[in-house]
């Protein structure tokens, strides 16, 4: 979940009034917004919600905040729709049909009339990481670029360009590197390189001078796109596969800019092919499509019998402005927000604006039978049993190692699990028995009383051609007794005792070729010829491997196949 | 006195109960008329003194001699030198080497034997160099030695008795140490002599009021009750504050009872049971949830995939294709979809199961209306070990299945939950967010011991979740975090500590 770090004076500013730490932790649920904590005067927030990314920003979360509090919804008037388009000036940008297919489009906005503190372009540093890794699935969808306006010579062009014959000084070097030098050497290219790297042509982003603006979305040229603090005068251009995805995002950042003082100019965006939006669009553009919601459906949802002014009353809260007719609720998406995907996302909406302090909690009447899995219940009798027996219980975790579940155990490898993408060596393996789990026990308890009589009910996985995925997640019974006379007869009488208590007719077959047990000396257990398990001495090979140096004697049973 | 009377072993009563007032008490007396063995009497000297019941009045020190097991052969066979005395008196002159063969004797024993002749002039070596008798009679410190040694196998000699000449000749046959190859051994006494002190007669009073003899059966064996020898005495009592032996039970563990009490609280709230296979495809444990496929939290670095076999077979229909073009326009569930087109070799990417609402979702075209489910799921995550993150973990999830459910029974379900499994003392809903709910609540309670903490999140499912599953009724989802709850439970602050393989410290955990 996105967090974020604003200084607590511009962030107080942004909101209109000064907060003390309790009320933020008060009023926050509203945006969806925890306080993370504070270092000296720096706020840190977390946002949980993952599909506003209105709300990853300083400027978006005092918005709501102040929307909320004041029942008034912020206007911006620099939005441009099909019908009404703004003036852009000789602001432009071309997007080249050789940019197709490798990075489509291209759109942008100006801003002017602020200087650029050092607060402000930490902010909006910040807000570029924010949008673009996690909004942008880590530049792969949205690549953002701030640049110093005053040196554009309008239009700007966007074109796929030859990676090896286009050069320019990137930011933070001072040598000419060619495109594909850029993503072998510089950082920046050697982070986020690959997303164009196998393509012909890279996105390439210069203005009507020749001079380069950026190489998206790996790299701003030393000199367009190096913003600095003291600048006035910006130009924000965005740069990815899908268009409203960079629609959107042009649209939360000239609303956070505007909010900090700046005045957004429109740029005219002509895309080199139709879009649903047509050729050519003006950004800011506003292309979201109302939602609606039947008040019925909202009312049931919530178990509230809202009136239609509640409801309302409620959405302007959220900053969404709605109207109501035939019992239908319809809202006018915000600008900065395109998070409605279904009259639900109303329904929050009304829940969080109404307070759900307003909600009161009751329970349903409907009645319903309570009952534990067959699975369970057999568990917990066998569970009884083993601890008549005089067994403890164990709970152990399901990954493991390589070493503990095949090479300490002797066995082959065939029928287990693999993690693909393990974090180490040491979790790489799902177990395919409870046997490798007891004998760690063993091994890391040499200090504990004797005798040692544990087991586990748990599950196992293994391979299993038959089934959809290839592998079985079975229930298994697995135990051990670890002492300095235990053998052979002692597990025979064990199993003995279980199988009478659990009602089983079994009968034993010897296990041939087993490298857990000593050869003669184990026993698969059949029920109406059946395998349901198996016991034995273990094999002292095993108990070397594992460093323990008391005999002992385990058996393992699939719950679900005496169920 | 603040002495249990019913704790006094038995050597201590009898002993209390034989001495008088001002009577003195020593090992000798005891030993002779309690019949007890020397080390019972200096355990019931040493119990007794500990608790001041008796008091040490004086003590003396003595030192006597008495054979050791070679002393006492050669009591019978005789000393060395008297032995090659004789030999020399019956066979004539001989070399060393040949008596010491001829008498089995060490070479240096008859060296320093025949030292000991010659230099009291018994015995000399002649020009052959063999050694032979010049008097008739032995070294009178020899004759002194032989009639000590024939005394000492009467009684040990007290050092007190010996004269001069007796201390002389003894001297060298005698060790303090190490005698086992000597004649003598050197021992040192002390003789404490004890009496009784006032503690010592409240406490004598007191058993002869309860009737303690010392004489009590102790353990009643099987002879005592088929003789029928109990009745004709009394059973001793005994002390509470013994120190107790440790027995090691069969047990459940604790953590697993911990969690078999959320499930049986969960089943008497009404609550069914679900359970599922621990490998899933990213169909159910991520598409079936309306997450789209390039969620942030579906990343490489937030689930483990599978490494053979990559994908399942295949995903069943309908799910499939109502799910697909749910995310792709919304379908038919009155959503506008996530508006990408839908990867169906990525659906049937194998994982571990990353959350327990996959179960959720298995349950949704299966469930009867009005229905509650729950689950105890294992659950897998991308993560580094540590005292917070488990590479597998529990989660306590579920769902309720109802026409009318709404809002406000979230809330109380939640507020039910708080109370009844977390014994919250006030609630707190604050909105929250999950791909898969819409609204979404997260509880808040304010416990006991830990104050205020998140207990869990929730919902009421998107019905692009439920509707794709053919389900046109509301659905509330919800999920516990219950293993911070059961880490207090049992005491504990580590994560990694509920799967512990340690065997002593699962035996000893427990419940609070």
């Not at chain 2, 295949?314 to 697909?324: C, F, G, H, K, T």
């Not at chain 2, 049937?348 to 179960?359: P, Y």
Request: proline share 4%; aromatic share 10%.
């Amino acid at each position: 979940m996105p967090k974020i770090e604003t200084h607590e004076n511009l962030f107080y500013s942004l909101c209109g009034k000064r907060y003390t730490d309790d009320e933020l932790v008060d009023i926050f649920p509203v945006a969806k917004a925890e306080l993370d904590g504070r270092e000296g005067d720096k706020l840190k927030i977390e946002l949980n919600d993952t599909n506003r990314p209105d709300l990853w920003s300083a400027a978006g979360v005092a918005r709501a905040l102040r929307t909320y509090e004041s029942g008034k919804k912020y206007e911006y008037n620099f939005f441009s729709t099909k019908d009404d388009v703004k003036d852009s000036g000789n602001r432009c940008i071309i997007d080249d049909a050789s940019a197709l297919g490798i990075r489509d489009y291209s759109i942008a906005f100006a801003a002017k009339g602020c200087k650029v503190t050092e607060e402000i372009l930490l902010t909006l540093i910040q807000s570029q990481e924010k949008l673009c890794s996690n909004f942008g699935r880590k530049r792969k969808t949205i690549a953002l670029g701030i640049y110093r306006s005053d040196l554009i010579t309008y239009p700007v062009h966007y074109c796929g360009a030859d990676p090896d014959k286009t050069r320019f000084v990137p930011l933070g070097m001072t040598e000419e590197l060619s495109l594909r030098e850029i993503c072998e050497k510089h950082p920046k290219g050697k982070e986020y390189g690959y997303i164009v790297s196998d393509k012909p042509l890279f996105p390439y982003l210069y203005d009507d001078k020749g001079e380069t603006l950026s190489f998206p979305p790996v790299i701003n040229s030393a000199k367009i796109g190096a913003v600095e603090v003291g600048d006035e005068n910006l130009f924000i251009e965005l740069s990815g596969p899908i268009l409203d995805d960079l629609l959107l995002t042009a649209s939360i950042l000239s609303c956070d800019m505007a909010d900090m003082g700046f005045e957004i100019l429109p740029v005219r965006v002509k895309f080199a092919k139709e879009t649903k939006y047509g050729s050519e669009i003006t950004v800011p553009y506003y292309f979201q499509s109302s939602q609606s919601c039947d008040i019925a459906y909202a009312r049931k949802t919530l178990g509230e019998e809202l009136t239609e002014d509640e409801c309302k009353a409620a959405l302007t809260n959220m900053g969404v402005d709605s109207s109501i007719n035939d019992g239908v609720i319809t809202v006018k998406v915000p600008e900065y927000r395109n998070d409605f995907l279904h009259a639900a996302d109303i329904v929050e909406d009304i829940m969080i604006g109404h307070g759900l302090l307003n909600f009161a909690p009751v329970l349903s009447a409907e009645f319903t039978k309570g009952s534990l899995s067959p699975a369970e219940e057999y568990s917990r009798k066998v569970k009884r049993l083993m601890v008549g027996l005089g067994f403890q219980e164990m709970m152990y975790n399901y990954l493991g190692s390589r070493k503990e579940y095949v090479d300490n155990m002797h066995i082959s490898d065939e029928k287990v699990v693999f993690i693909a993408n393990p974090m180490s060596e040491n979790y790489e393996v799902v177990r395919p028995s409870v046997l490798p789990s007891l004998l760690e026990s063993e091994s890391v308890s040499g200090h504990a009383q004797y005798p040692h009589n544990i087991f586990e009910i748990g599950k196992v996985v293994y391979k299993d051609e038959n089934d959809n995925s290839g592998t079985v997640t079975k229930n298994h019974l697995g135990f051990m007794s670890s002492d300095n006379q235990v053998g052979f007869n002692e597990a025979i009488s064990y199993v003995n005792t279980l199988m009478y208590f659990l009602n089983k007719e079994y009968t034993l077959q010897a296990v041939e070729n087993d490298g857990r047990f000593i050869p003669g000396r184990a026993a698969k257990v059949l029920v109406n010829n059946v395998e349901v398990g198996l016991f034995g001495e273990v094999h002292p090979q095993v108990l070397e491997s594992w460093g323990c140096s008391m005999p002992a004697i385990m058996a393992e049973f699939d719950i679900d196949a005496l169920l | 006195m603040d002495i249990d009377v019913k704790n006094l072993h038995p050597l201590e009563v009898r002993l209390l109960r034989a001495v008088k007032m001002g009577e003195d008490i020593t090992a000798e007396r005891i030993i002779k008329e309690l019949d007890y063995k020397v080390g019972q009497c200096n355990q019931a000297f040493s119990w007794l003194s500990a608790k001041g019941l008796i008091v040490e009045k004086n003590r003396v020190k003595y030192a006597f001699y008495e054979l050791t097991d070679t002393g006492k052969s050669q009591a019978e066979l005789g000393l060395p030198v008297e032995r090659i005395f004789t030999f020399l008196k019956e066979n004539g002159a001989h070399t060393l080497p040949e008596i010491a063969a001829s008498l089995s004797l060490e070479q240096s024993d008859v060296g320093s034997s025949f030292g000991q002749l010659s230099g009291a002039k018994c015995a000399a070596l002649n020009g052959e160099r063999k050694a032979e008798l010049i008097s008739d009679s032995l070294p009178n410190d020899v004759v002194i030695a032989r009639a000590l040694i024939n005394k000492a196998l009467n009684a040990p000699l007290m050092e007190a008795d010996l004269t001069k000449e007796e201390k002389n000749a003894i001297k060298g046959l005698a060790k303090k140490r190490g005698a086992a190859a000597s004649t003598f051994k050197y021992v040192e006494k002390e003789d404490v002599t004890y009496t009784l002190t006032s503690d010592g007669q409240e406490v004598k009073d007191a058993l002869l009021k309860a009737n303690i003899t010392g004489e009590e059966f102790g353990l009643l064996t099987p002879q005592m009750i088929q003789s029928g020898s109990w009745k004709n005495g009394t059973f001793r009592p005994y002390g509470l504050n013994a120190p107790v032996s440790r027995i090691i039970p069969g047990r459940t563990n604790a953590y697993g009872d911990y969690l078999m009490w959320v499930k049986d609280k969960l089943v008497s709230l009404g609550f069914e049971e679900f359970d599922g296979p621990l490998v899933e495809n990213e169909f159910w444990n991520g598409d079936a949830l309306f997450m789209p496929q390039f969620h942030s939290a579906r990343d490489i670095h937030d689930v483990y995939y599978i490494k053979d076999p990559v994908h399942c077979k295949e995903i069943e229909e309908p799910w499939l294709s109502r799910v697909a073009k749910t995310h792709e326009d919304g379908g038919d569930t009155g959503s506008r979809g996530w508006g990408y087109t839908f990867d169906h070799e990525f659906t049937r990417r194998q994982v571990m199961r990353s959350q327990g609402t996959v179960l959720s979702a298995h349950q949704l075209p299966k469930a009867k209306v009005p229905g509650k489910y729950f689950g105890v799921a294992r659950c897998f995550r991308y993560d580094q070990v540590d005292a917070t993150h488990g590479a597998d973990f529990y989660q306590t999830e579920g769902i309720v299945v109802g026409k009318d459910v709404n809002l406000r029974n979230l809330l109380g379900l939640l507020k039910m939950f708080a109370e009844e499994v977390a014994g919250a003392e006030e609630v707190k809903y604050v909105p929250g967010y999950f791909p898969f709910t819409e609204p979404s609540i997260e509880v808040h309670i304010k416990h006991p011991k830990l104050g205020w903490f998140e207990l869990g999140g929730s919902g009421i499912f998107r019905p692009e979740v439920t509707r794709a599953m053919g389900l046109d009724v509301p659905v509330l989802a919800w999920g516990l975090g219950i293993d911070r709850m059961a880490l207090m439970h049992l005491g504990l602050n580590d994560l990694r500590e509920l799967f512990t393989p340690d065997i002593e410290s699962v035996r000893m955990r427990r419940g609070n």
